[in-house]
Nanobody, 115 residues
Framework: QVQLVESGGGLVQAGGSLRLSCAASRSIFSINAMGWYRQAPGKQRELVAAITSGGSRTYADSVKGRFTIFRDNNKNTVYLQMNSLNPEDTAVYYC?????????WGQGTQVTVSS
């Protein structure tokens, strides 16, 4: 099991940047994959970015070149650096962990991008 706590959301103008953090309650060194999803009002939750224990990264096409996911195993934390934000990035962002094919979610953090 793991508890995930997100932070770093907020209100930002278009073109701005935010860094989201996901702090885990246990070591993330051996967790298969961790990632960030988002859900906008009236839309399904979608994958934004993911990183495996080996360091492989996956990004949604809509964020490639703007967002970067990285992990600090010493701090048991996964980050999402978001640059060049636009209003379409407005959503609740959720941290996710895949541990032995079980899914764990954080409570979410709101990101709002104003035009």
């Amino acid at each position: 099991q793991v508890q995930l706590v997100e932070s770093g959301g907020g209100l930002v103008q278009a073109g701005g940047s935010l860094r989201l953090s996901c702090a885990a309650s246990r070591s993330i060194f051996s967790i298969n994959a961790m990632g960030w999803y988002r859900q906008a009002p009236g839309k399904q939750r979608e994958l934004v970015a993911a990183i495996t224990s080996g360091g492989s990264r996956t990004y949604a096409d809509s964020v490639k070149g703007r967002f970067t996911i990285f992990r600090d195993n010493n701090k048991n934390t996964v980050y999402l650096q978001m640059n060049s934000l636009n209003p379409e990035d407005t959503a609740v962002y959720y941290c996710h962990a895949d541990i032995l094919d079980r899914n764990y979610w954080g409570q979410g953090t709101q990101v709002t991008v104003s035009s």
